[in-house]
Every structure is written in structure tokens, then in C-alpha cells.
């Protein structure tokens, strides 16, 4: 993102608009985007040279089941630009080129907590002459695991991600200001009624533990489910159903960050939100998320 550039457009937006609740509340809103950016978003020219690149998928290192998911993921759902599969090794040569894009995983690079709590990021980003990976042009970039976790509750979710991030490209082509200022906060939607809504219940924070507790402040169709069962309701490709992906610390850990994510089975992003872990706000989607989305 050019920050300077970025101010430039926000002054001008910012004069235009009459109202002193607005500009205070869009300023926020925008100074937030500016200093958390932490990879520069492609613009719509790389957006253009990613269309026309082939996409390397990178794989780990070693024996390591995100291999796996990753790889039949994008054989199945990869379908906005050529793909093949590369090494850690190759990826540090081909990452200067740009007639290639990366899905790679970014481990320990983003939101480093004072607790010593990082997280793995999925990444789409172009090739480019950067001396440092972060500083590669991004097209998309999903938590996806904290990094010292081993567990493979991801799996269920990994298919979505994959054709988020084509539909979210095809985003940026024209709606890349908008999709600057707001993040994937921009795709947040209310009005689930008539969505059969699949949570994970091992994802919950406490004060959302039962459909009970839940219905009092989110009346509509919501299950509690273990993350194999939500793989298990959505390998029927069901299109009335949104799931729940949620990605935080292990539970003996009280700090970082969590993630909550709401899909539907084509892809489409329905919820996101982040937030630090507090004492008094713990782990898991709670009932304001549920607030959020009524």
C-alpha cells in the first residue's frame, strides 16, 4: 500500500463529507488501515500481473500434513490461473520473478505478541524484487493455524480459503480502495436467517457455550459441532449452510489474538473479526460476534 498516496485520497474523501460524526469515525477507520497494513496490497496493475502469472504453491518442508490439504485443495478449487508446486528452495528463487504468484505459508512473520504468541498466515502474493517476503506484493492472507499448534482442525476449511481468495482477487480488480480501508471486514454481512449456521463448539468462548445461551441474543438455525462434524455436514456441498473457522492460541495460553471466520461452501466469506485476548474477553466466538451478525 502507498501510505502517502493513501493520505492524499483519505484528506480529499474526508473534505467532501459534511457530517463531523463521519469524519471522525471514517479517520479512525482509515488511520487503523493505514498503520496495520503490514504487507504492501498489490495494485490493480499487479492485481493484472498476478492474472497473468503462474501460481507456485509452496510446500513445507519435511513430512507435514498441510501438504496434503493444501495440495488437493488447489487441485480441485484453483481454477483463476495456472498452478504447480514447489519446494521451500525454489520458492527463494522464483520469488524475485513476477511472472509468478505464491500460495505460501507464512509462519512467525505477523502479529508477534509481547506473550510470545504468532501464527501462521496462508498467503496469495506476487513476485517481486523485495529483500524480505512481507514486503511482496499481497493479494490475500488468512490466518490459518497458531504457529506452535499441531493440531489439524484447519483441514475442514482449507477448500473454502482456496476459493475465497480467487473470489477475493477478482474483488480487488475493482473495489481495491474500499477492500483497503476495511480489510476482510469488508465482506461482513448480517442477516443469517435463513442459513443454517454450523459453529465449532470447541471454538466457543464462555459466554456463548450452549444453542440456549445463544438463541437469547441470535434466534435463527445454529448447531454446535465438533470440527469433523462440520466436515462431515458440508462434504454434501450444502448452500443453505455457513460455517464457523476459528484460529487462536492453545488453551493454556491467555494472550494473543483470536480470529473468527464465517464461509459458506462456494467460498464466500460471510464474517471476520480479530481481537486480543483479555481476562475479561477469552478465546472464542462470543455472543457480540453473534450481536454482529443477527
Not at 233 to 238: D, F, H, L, R, V
Not at 270 to 280: E, V
Request: some cysteine; charged content about 25%.
Amino acid at each position: 500500500m502507498n501510505e502517502r498516496k493513501n493520505i492524499r485520497v483519505i484528506k480529499e474523501l474526508l473534505a467532501r463529507i459534511p457530517s463531523k460524526k463521519y469524519i471522525i469515525s471514517l479517520a479512525l477507520t482509515l488511520t487503523l488501515a493505514v498503520t496495520m497494513a503490514q504487507s504492501p496490497l498489490a495494485s490493480k496493475k499487479q492485481v493484472g500481473m498476478f492474472l497473468n502469472s503462474t501460481t507456485c504453491v509452496v510446500l513445507e518442508n519435511g513430512v507435514n500434513p498441510y501438504n496434503g490439504f493444501i495440495s488437493e485443495a488447489v487441485e480441485k478449487h484453483w481454477k483463476i490461473t495456472p498452478f504447480e508446486f514447489i519446494d521451500e528452495t525454489e520458492f527463494e528463487i522464483r520469488r524475485l520473478d513476477t511472472r509468478y504468484s505464491f500460495l505460501v505459508l507464512m509462519k512467525n512473520i505477523y502479529d508477534k505478541d509481547p506473550g510470545g504468541v504468532s501464527y501462521k498466515y496462508i498467503s496469495l502474493v506476487l513476485g517481486a524484487k523485495a529483500k524480505k517476503v512481507i514486503d511482496m506484493p499481497e493479494l490475500c492472507n488468512l490466518p490459518l493455524q497458531y504457529s506452535n499448534d499441531n493440531n489439524l482442525d484447519y483441514e475442514y476449511a482449507m477448500p473454502a480459503i482456496i476459493k475465497f481468495m480467487q473470489i477475493h482477487v477478482k474483488n480487488l480488480e475493482n473495489r481495491r480502495f474500499r477492500i483497503s480501508l476495511r480489510g476482510l471486514k469488508y465482506y461482513n454481512s448480517s442477516g443469517f436467517k435463513e442459513k443454517q449456521l454450523l459453529m465449532n463448539r470447541d471454538k466457543m468462548a464462555p459466554d456463548a457455550y450452549s444453542t440456549e445461551k445463544i438463541n437469547t441474543v441470535y434466534p435463527y438455525f445454529v448447531k454446535l459441532l465438533s470440527s469433523s462434524e462440520i466436515k462431515k455436514e458440508i462434504a454434501s456441498n450444502p448452500k443453505n449452510a455457513l460455517f464457523h473457522f476459528h484460529v487462536g492460541p492453545n488453551s493454556d495460553k491467555g494472550v494473543g489474538k483470536c480470529f473468527e471466520m464465517i464461509f459458506d461452501v462456494d467460498g464466500n466469506l460471510h464474517y471476520y473479526n480479530s481481537r486480543r485476548i483479555t481476562n475479561d474477553n477469552e478465546d472464542g466466538f462470543n455472543m457480540k460476534d453473534f450481536k454482529r451478525i443477527r
